[in-house]
């Protein structure tokens, strides 16, 4: 980061910004709800929202993200945020999203004062925070989401070697993964389950957790994200599937955690409500006892 890029040169131009969005209609895959033209008003809405920043400054070699996430109606765009000399220090990932696709907004429609002061208090060591939400008013009903992006990664791309986290999706987790050292598993676990307490303390039950959205920055697992359970995102539906006859007797939150530990130690997902015998005996004894116990107990403490 920090090239020497400084935001004392000229802004972005229109035309700069008509390019980003040609850009992003390039990719069938990506489609904001809402209107004609609701991905091109997406790019220039986050646009608009980083020329409003003064430490914000839109990147124009790379600037909308194509399949980093997995949900097709969010849009990423990353933007270079600068420290008080003027050098670009970091990066901010903007989650671009209909008002449509929560069920918070497209109900109780909350100003964007409100929801931004909602979200911006949410904090703790190991929550990545929110640092600015915008709602767009008039017909289009799009919403922006600001937080930290960590040039490290995720615990996935620790688990699948993926050097590159802004890659896509399905290319940058398609090779074997590796189980994490005993040390790691109970570094990040007990991380993570110091953040879905915090969560509960104020009356949020986190319901996305699993491995590429727990941020690794700084070696600290930061659980990225947390407007998802807030603003009543949808659930992932193939997890939803894994968890869902569990439920009525597991809290949600402790079922995903299993899920979690069980990817941190194995090296793949667990693509069954339950593990198989043959892989919880494989396990270490202390981690296969905690993924056991996830199916039946409220949290403790990992490993």
């Known amino acids: 980061m920090g090239t020497g890029t400084s935001c004392e040169e000229v802004p972005p131009s229109a035309q700069s910004g008509r390019d980003a969005v040609a850009a992003a209609l390039t990719d069938d895959n990506y489609s904001v709800e809402d209107g004609v033209h609701s991905t091109s008003n997406a790019v220039l809405y986050a646009h608009k929202f980083t020329q409003r920043h003064p430490l914000l400054q839109w990147n124009d070699t790379e600037n909308v993200v194509h399949g980093?996430?997995?949900?097709?109606?969010?849009?990423l765009v990353l933007?270079?945020?600068?420290?008080?000399?003027?050098?670009?220090?970091?990066?901010?990932?903007?989650?671009?999203?209909?008002?449509?696709?929560?069920?918070?907004?497209?109900?109780?429609?909350?100003?964007?004062?409100?929801?931004?002061?909602?979200?911006?208090?949410?904090?703790?060591?190991?929550?990545?925070?929110?640092l600015d939400v915008d709602k767009q008013h008039g017909g289009h009903g799009i919403f922006i989401m600001a937080q930290p992006f960590v040039p490290t990664g995720s615990i996935k791309d620790l688990i699948y070697c993926n050097p590159v986290p802004a890659k896509g999706y399905a290319s940058k987790?398609?090779?074997?993964?590796?189980?994490?050292?005993?040390?790691?598993?109970?570094?990040?676990?007990?991380?993570?389950?110091?953040?879905?307490?915090?969560?509960?303390?104020?009356?949020?039950?986190?319901?996305?957790?699993?491995?590429?959205?727990?941020?690794?920055?700084?070696?600290?697992?930061?659980?990225?994200?947390?407007?998802?359970?807030?603003?009543?995102?949808?659930?992932?539906?193939?997890?939803?599937?894994?968890?869902?006859?569990?439920?009525?007797?597991?809290?949600?939150?402790?079922?995903?955690?299993?899920?979690?530990?069980?990817?941190?130690?194995?090296?793949?997902?667990?693509?069954?409500?339950?593990?198989?015998?043959?892989?919880?005996?494989?396990?270490?004894?202390?981690?296969?006892?905690v993924i056991k116990s996830k199916r039946k107990s409220q949290p403790s403490n990992p490993c």
């Open 79 to 130: 933007v270079d945020i600068c420290d008080m000399s003027g050098e670009v220090s970091s990066r901010v990932v903007l989650s671009v999203m209909s008002s449509s696709s929560s069920l918070l907004l497209s109900t109780a429609h909350p100003s964007g004062y409100k929801l931004k002061a909602l979200l911006v208090s949410v904090r703790h060591p190991c929550l990545l925070p929110v």
């Open 173 to 289: 987790y398609s090779r074997v993964g590796r189980g994490l050292p005993r040390t790691l598993i109970s570094r990040y676990g007990r991380h993570v389950l110091e953040a879905l307490r915090a969560l509960r303390s104020i009356g949020v039950v986190c319901d996305h957790l699993k491995t590429s959205n727990v941020m690794l920055d700084q070696d600290v697992a930061r659980i990225s994200d947390i407007f998802n359970p807030i603003l009543g995102l949808s659930r992932d539906r193939s997890m939803q599937a894994l968890t869902m006859p569990l439920e009525a007797t597991v809290p949600l939150d402790i079922l995903l955690f299993g899920h979690f530990l069980f990817e941190m130690a194995v090296g793949r997902e667990l693509n069954a409500v339950v593990p198989r015998e043959s892989d919880v005996a494989a396990l270490p004894v202390d981690i296969a006892n």
């Open 68 to 75: 980093m996430g997995t949900r097709s109606s969010k849009l």
